[in-house]
């Protein structure tokens, strides 16, 4: 059996297919079943992202899901299901039946691009995913969800779960990335303080507190595994401080500064001669 055919409101939520203009009740719709049915594109990604299906595609043109179900341990029926929804967002591209290519918002899901996104996307699909299915005990009585799931506040329990931990520093490590464009726009000379969330590449301690660096200090020094974990997350990123790295990073830079200049005289231009 095939797919049911699509009914007037599938029509108006992909917008085509139509004989008649979108009513506006109809546009609402839409609207607000995308919203509802959020948690499945966040479940979808985070699924597909945990699997390493973006990575199995790679550099290819395009995998059939044959061949991503062998190489992901996944069922290809369900994990075509999954792809073509995600194809449906915006995320992969179905080159052809059953088959799959990358997209510009599914390279954000390669392990190791810049500003990757895959491990957010993990971590989103799960511990923090079951506590917000608990969002309506929140509203009623003011408490956090998360401690009431999983027995400890956010901070305990990472400290207490290994893997989740690493998990969520990825993730942090990748938002800070995808953002570093945004902060590095913004004028800090006259930030006396910076909190960094994740990342786990080294501690934060208040600004001009030596009591509190002692007391950093010290820990690490009584937590070798703690210790060890931070030095090799540091040497990692400290590859992408090489000369040649860096050397990449300005080019890239200056393009985009190149780019912005142009772009702007063009403006310029258009509005001296009435454009």
Known sequence: MGDPPPTRLDRVENGVGLSTPITESEELAARFLRDLWGYIVTQALGVVADLGVADAIGDASAVTIDELAAAVGAERG???????????????????????????????????????LRHIARWNASEPFRAWSDFGAVVRSGSPAFGRVFGAQLFDYLSEHDERRETFNAGMAGLAAARLEVLLAEDWSDVRSLVDVGGGRGVLVPWRDSSAVAREVVGL????????????????????MTWPAVARQYV????????SETRWRLISSAKCFGA
């Open 78 to 116: 369900a994990l075509y299901r999954t792809m073509r929804a995600l194809a449906s967002l915006g995320y992969f591209t179905e080159t052809a039946p059953r088959t799959f290519g990358h997209s510009p918002l599914s390279l954000l899901l390669r392990e190791g691009a810049p500003a990757s």
């Open 221 to 240: 020094g009584d937590d070798t595994d703690r210790c060890r974990a931070m030095c090799a997350r540091a040497a990692e990123h400290g590859r992408e």
């Open 252 to 259: 890239e830079s200056f393009s985009r500064a190149l780019a």
